[in-house]
């Protein structure tokens, strides 16, 4: 169970950042009317408010580069817990940035997650 769980939040996570880097409006497949995201402190609730943050953030290209991914199950039927840290690299600047995420999907039924909970803080110092 360990190994799947950890299987899946690693495929999770890779697809994530992938599409963030490349194709960010898709990200808005993975995320359901209830879902939340904490952004630097903001609380932002559903799709389209999500939507909204995610695609009216200052900068239009970036790489992300993964350092750590921890999942684990929760305690929702199905659930995973994931927590990630890494750093991004945004274009035209020198220096990437330090970033830690955590998400917590949820079973759809059809064999796939979304993502019920997302947290983002940067890591400064």
């Known amino acids: ?27 808005l497949s993975l995320y359901q009317p209830t879902s939340m995201l904490t952004f630097e402190g903001q609380r932002i609730h559903g799709v389209d408010g999500i939507s909204a943050k995610l695609n009216q953030l200052p900068f239009d290209q970036c790489c992300h ?17 994931v927590f990630v840290s890494g750093s991004l690299q945004l274009q035209g600047e020198e220096h990437p940035l330090r970033f830690s995420q955590m998400f917590h999907l949820i ?16 890591n400064y110092g």
């Open 1 to 27: 169970m360990e190994e799947q769980v950890e299987m899946v939040g690693k495929a999770f996570v890779d697809h994530y950042y992938h599409l963030f880097d490349n194709n960010r409006t898709a990200l």
């Open 65 to 81: 580069v993964i350092s750590t991914v921890d999942s684990q199950v929760s305690a929702f039927a199905g659930g995973i817990v």
């Open 107 to 122: 079973p759809t039924g059809q064999g796939s997650y979304f993502v019920q909970n997302d947290m983002f803080r940067l």
